[in-house]
């Protein structure tokens, strides 16, 4: 039926997944391969010494033009850690991926090659009172391949690989598969001619376009045999090191690289080795790596519980345990390390004294325990309330746009809403100084050093919400401007804003409950970017919102696009001239959010407590 044409499908023969509501390319963005590569992956040719600079993925100048290439010699001083070319791995849609790592070949010894993935296949279904539906059944593969030590000593040339696919049943032999390539050198400044520098690479070379051509979920090993060893991929010491780089030296003695990825990650086992030099015995490509980390419920800390409390001090207990282990191995290290060594244990002593300065007071001081509750249910909250899917709006028989769905249920989910171990470390290093303005430490500065999507905006959120908190326990009518974000990019400032929208709206809703605690006075959140990307004054936001109605084209200058309560989209909707504007209100000579969702809790007459003319910052002060 066509209700259940909309349902989940897998094959009745192979068991495996079928997409019924988008292709494969639309649904996985991870671990894909596109169609046409070329078989060596973009591996040089033989006697080809062009180099690519590492980690520019395409021409800054066209991006439609492949990497920019540097001719002459490579130093061979260094290894070449990313000097081969491979542009097939690292253009905007890659049809390669590879890995690079350090090789002892003996006489007689192998490497096996394992390739994992799949494709999709297109299925015509038909289904009552629907047109013909396009699905895609996922056909996965397994390629074995092994390069012998004579394909492995070949000087500079890329060789193709045979692969033979595995085939259990009730899988069926692959329609298409991606072609293996090894590439093979002597390593820089290695007298030994059984050390090689290895390149195994996965290309897709099929022919024709789109889903049908296109691997997914790829994933690679290649695995030691018969006396092959995978040795450490060779490091550059550096003569004259500064305080910074024999720090990193000292943190990183012990972590070994031994593969290095191109358009993926690389990755290995734990290490072994009888001889002094540590081997592992397989290193694979993975499109995604994930690691396990220690974290903290922020729904214990919210109910005060005893659970709550035991995790946050096994994370100081281990932090402390590891400190020890650190200070105590010192002695024993080379003199080189020993003066970096002591210098970072006594700034780790520094930063676990103030993480443990903050968990008292959460114990013992009354109006630090009350904002570290109220700051963990905000957050806890805000990570539910920022995740939820937007709802579409359509016309109801009056002309009134209403949210497509039901309204949805904050429920908190038992694998979310919890702290990593650096962020509650940042939360409680800083609670002190928050919650008392005249605490010596409050002029120090806290760096959080951390990847894009590590966590660095929740660790402050959670910071700034106790500050916010504090300020109103200690004096519920003290209120005013009270934390800045300021970012270098306007793009992603209006991303963190749409962001810390959520938090503020649950710290709103909790203050309006509590008013004895926290006062009349409501929580806002203002964004000031200037003129050319939010209003100045209510006379331009007038005029903007004006022209944003009558002109599709005109940019969107009030950035918010859906509620960050419940999810309910705002902002432009096109129409045949012009476009409507649900959510963004004119009342009363002001600028103001407000949600369509009659049971949301901020489609009232105040609105949303969002501010983006600067004349309502100064006025409101949020």
Known sequence: TKDESNGQFHDRDTLE??????????????????????????????????????????NEGNPEEPPTEVRGPRRQDQPDSDDFDLSDANRRKPSAMAISFKVRVADGAALKIRVTGAYYDPIKITAPDTPPLN???????????????????????????????????????????????????????????DLRLVTLAVVNDALGTGSGSAFFQVAFSATAAQGLRIEPYPDVEQPDSDDEEESIALLYRHRRTFAIGHGCAATWEDSTGEDGIPTVPVVKADALPAYEVTSVS??????????????VEKVLELYAQWINNRKASIDDLPARYQTAARKHVKKCTEALERMQEGWRLVQTDPLAARAFQLANFAMLYQQIRSRLEPRDLVKDKQGVYRPDGAHPAATPDPKGGRWRAFQIAFILASLPELVDPTHPKRTLVDLIFFPTGGGKT???????????????????????????????????TAQQFLRASSLICVLEDVRSGMEDELGTAPFGIGVWLGGDSTPNRWAAAERALGELRRDSRASNRFLLLKCPWCGTRMGPVSKPRGQDTPGYVWSGGRFLFRCQDELCRYSGREGLPVHVVDEDIYESRP
């Open 458 to 492: 929740e660790a402050y959120l959670g910071a700034s919400a106790i500050s916010l908190l504090a300020r109103r326990l200690r004096n519920p009518d003290d209120a005013g401007t009270d934390t800045l974000m300021r970012y270098t990019l306007r793009l992603l």
């Open 135 to 193: 699905w895609w059944v996922r056909r996965p593969f397994v390629l074995d391949a092994v390069a012998s030590a004579d394909v492995l000593k070949k000087e500079r040339k890329g060789s193709p690989l045979t692969t033979t696919a595995v085939v259990l049943e009730p899988k069926i032999e692959p329609r298409i598969k991606p072609s293996v390539s090894i590439f093979s050198r002597a390593v820089p400044g290695e007298a030994d001619a």
């Open 298 to 311: 922020m729904e214990e800390l919210a109910n005060s519980t005893a659970a709550g409390d035991a995790q």
């Open 17 to 58: 997944e079928v997409l019924t509501r988008s292709d494969p390319l639309r649904r996985y963005g991870v671990g894909v391969l596109y169609s046409g590569g070329t078989p060596t992956g973009g591996l040089a040719a033989e006697g080809d010494d062009s180099a690519v600079i590492p980690g520019l993925a395409e």
